[in-house]
Structures are given as C-alpha cells and as structure tokens.
C-alpha cells in the first residue's frame, strides 16, 4: 500500500515539473517577441526621426534662391550639420547636403497669363529646370543612416539655364 501512494507523489510531481517547465518557456518566449517588437520600433522611430531632420535641410535648401547670382547650388553644401529634433538642447543628428544637381532642363512652353507677368521671362526665355537634393542624416547615438533624394522644378531664365546646366 505504501508503494502506491509514493508512486502517486511522484507523477504528481512529475506533472507539477512539467507544467512548471510549460509555463516558463512560455514566459521566455513572451519576453523574447516582445524584446524583438520593441527593438522593431525603436528602430523605425530613429529612422523616421532621420528622415524628418533630413527633409528639414531639403526644405531649408528648396527655400533659398540658389539660382540667382551671386548665390549658386554649390552654397547650399552642408556637412555636419547639426539637428536637435526633440528641442532637448542635444544634437540629435548630423546632416550632410549636397549641391542640388541640374538632372534636366526643358524650354517651358508658351507661359500662361499668370507667368508672362514675371520679371526676365519671355516665351522663349523660360526654362523648366529639375533639379534633384540629396541629403544624408546620421543619428549621433546609433549611427543609423539615411540617405534622402528629392526633385524640385524650377523656372528659370535662359541665362540662369546656362549658368548651371550648361549651354
């Protein structure tokens, strides 16, 4: 009688160590795809956050008048520069600019009434310029990288044309 009341304590323990077993590879395995998860979006958030510092220097760069004399593209260069981008007073971001490059260049057709208007500009004198901006924003604490392009069109007299697309 003896022998089978210890063999009952031992499949009740035997059972209790296997659900005990179950329940913490269960847990590990909770902590491990929410560890996975949160790393996930840690690194989507400094990738967007590098991207917005970036597209603020295209931006920046979009608003400058880098077509007319004496300002050219090769001004708009940036290295190093610095971005806060959670105003906490620490550089966040290092963002390098290139010189806009001229990708093409098109006569515009006849202007319309809004654009004949327009200081220098004739039917004949007007071109349509694409221009592309490159930026490149690096986080300063995990060194992720991201590279931005962007096109802008511009209309811009013959000579402004020739000055920076060539003839």
Do not use: H
Not at 5 to 31: D, K, N, P
Not at 63 to 69: G, W
């Amino acid at each position: 009688m003896r022998a089978a009341g210890s063999q009952r304590g031992v499949i009740t323990i035997f059972v209790s160590m296997m659900m005990l077993l179950l329940t913490t590879i269960l847990v590990v395995t909770a902590y491990a795809i929410s560890t996975n998860n949160l790393n996930a979006v840690g690194n989507v958030q400094v990738r967007d956050e590098a991207i917005a510092a970036g597209q603020w220097y295209i931006e920046a760069a979009i608003q400058s008048d880098f077509t007319t004399p004496p300002a050219s593209p090769a001004d708009l260069v940036l290295v190093d520069a610095p971005m806060d981008i959670n105003n906490d007073g620490v550089v966040d971001y290092f963002v390098d600019r290139e010189a806009p490059e001229c990708i093409q260049a098109t006569q515009a057709s006849t202007p319309a009434a809004s654009s004949v208007t327009l200081p220098g500009f004739s039917a004949g004198n007007a071109w349509n310029i694409l221009w592309e901006i490159r930026v490149n924003a690096t986080d300063v604490v995990t060194g992720a990288d991201v590279r931005l392009a962007q096109g802008v069109r511009l209309l811009v007299t013959n000579t402004q044309k020739t000055l920076f697309c060539g003839p």
